[in-house]
């Protein structure tokens, strides 16, 4: 039998990945643009469709590639342990897994030191407040306004953002603080004049809404879907203390700003010197591999001695994909590049934003920018961020979106990127706002 080249074979069309997609997905898994981006390889920061057509990536598989699709140092790592193990489960440890719970220890801020491996985000989060809840022995839990936390039942009931709460029935004892949301402060105040009332609601919070004891608070540095709203800088020098007086502990959700993504430091919440009991992350430690991880204190991680595993959480490959990613991001000094390039593109889009009225507020931090798009009087914009879409595509450029309105764009392109990157996407985007 002859050999077959795999160059020889037909590949499958965007318009028959499309069909497939619509016939045999659930039609709520969600996808970007009016005729859906297939995707069929990719390299550095850019992606391709089958039929070769080339895309910017600065959306970076929503802040999951770390260090650039395909990284060649963090692929032959992965290779390398597939062709040595593939899986055991947690039943058995194995050499990656106690070796990235050792990295992680490490790098990690404050005195976290021991960690549970799962698969996504939304577990990592899902047993930080089981640990917090066996912990203190509460149950209540403080989460915020415009949050993101996951798409499980638990999750979704901490989730503070209407689109992304399905089901309609949700778990008891969650409580909404009011959200950092500076340029839509909920009580119609200025920073810093307004003596952070957002995070000093929050004791008024537990005092009328909880037992007046909790077992946690769980936020992220910066929020991710909720479009990117970054705190003040005293915004979890106020908050976390109030947790503290209430019995709680602080769970700090880096799922999206973990790894450098921030710019100069390792995780978003160092940049608020301000210490979690419990962190949890996903989607930049491995580069796209299927990988989160709670870490927590000793005390806080050995209160729990019941008996638990994780099928998939700790597989060789993805320890192998997270500790080659993490070596990358040190060894290339990618935080700081996060920080350096990432204030070029800062300076970038508020340049476009004295040029385009329709851009109301530009923030984030490092490579985690976003612009929110309204009309007159903050109104928000979600139709000229639609086509705002549509026309970056035309132009091979790929960006996201957010915010509890849908009107605000995230970029966030791999740690990789370059000044000469940024300008082109700088650019893209000035042509595509003039004819929208």
């Not at 689109?163 to 603080?177: F, N, Q, S, V, Y």
């Not at 450098?260 to 996903?282: C, N, S, Y």
């Not at 490959?317 to 997270?322: G, N, P």
Request: hydrophobic share 35%; glycine share 10%; with cysteine.
């Amino acid at each position: 039998m002859s050999e077959v080249n795999i160059n020889d074979v037909k590949k499958i069309s965007s318009e028959d990945i499309h069909a497939k997609h619509k016939e045999y997905l659930f039609p709520s898994v969600a996808n970007y643009y009016k005729e859906p981006l297939a995707i069929d390889h990719a390299d550095g920061l850019y992606v391709y469709d089958p039929e070769g057509n080339k895309y910017l990536d600065f959306f970076g598989g929503i802040l999951t590639v770390s260090v650039g699709h395909c990284n060649p140092k963090v692929t032959s790592k992965i290779k390398e342990q597939v062709d040595k193990l593939q899986h055991t489960s947690t039943l058995y440890p194995n050499e990656k897994i106690v070796a990235l719970a050792e990295k992680l220890a490490e790098i990690t801020p404050g005195e976290l030191k021991k960690s549970f491996f799962t698969t996504s985000g939304t577990e990592a989060d899902e047993t930080a407040v089981f640990l917090a809840k066996h912990f203190t022995g509460n149950q209540e839990i403080i989460a915020l306004r415009h949050s993101y936390h996951g798409r499980s039942l638990l999750a979704m009931s901490m989730t503070g953002h209407a689109p992304w709460r399905h089901g309609g029935t949700h778990l008891p004892g969650i409580k909404h603080a009011v959200s950092p949301y500076c340029y839509r402060c909920p009580f119609s105040l200025e920073y810093p004049s307004c003596e952070l009332k957002c995070a000093q609601d929050i004791e008024e919070l537990i005092m009328t809404t909880t037992s007046g004891e909790i077992a946690g608070f769980i936020a992220e540095p910066i929020q991710g879907v909720g479009g990117f709203i970054t705190p003040p800088k005293e915004y979890f020098q106020v908050a976390v203390p109030i947790i503290k007086k209430y019995g709680g502990v602080f769970i700090c959700d880096e799922v999206q700003t973990g790894f450098g993504r921030t710019g100069k430091r390792m995780f978003g919440i160092e940049h608020w010197e301000v210490e979690p009991d419990i962190l949890t992350a996903a989607k930049g430690i491995a580069n796209g591999a299927p990988l989160g991880v709670t870490v927590a204190r000793t005390d806080i991680a050995d209160s729990f001695t019941g008996l638990t595993i994780s099928t998939f959480g700790g597989n060789p490959v993805s320890m192998a994909a997270a500790l080659a990613t993490i070596e990358v991001i040190e060894e290339e000094n990618l935080a700081e590049n996060a920080y350096v390039v990432g204030q070029h593109l800062r300076d970038g889009l508020e340049d476009l934003q004295k040029k385009y009225p329709s851009i109301g507020d530009v923030r984030g931090m490092g490579l985690m920018q976003a612009c929110e798009f309204v009309k007159e009087d903050k109104v928000p914009d979600s139709e000229l961020v639609g086509k705002l879409f549509e026309e970056m595509k035309k132009q091979g450029v790929l960006i996201g979106k957010g915010g509890l309105y849908g009107n605000v764009v995230r970029i966030s392109p791999p740690l990789t990127v370059t000044k000469s990157e940024v300008d082109d996407f700088i650019g893209a985007m000035d042509s595509s706002l003039s004819r929208c």
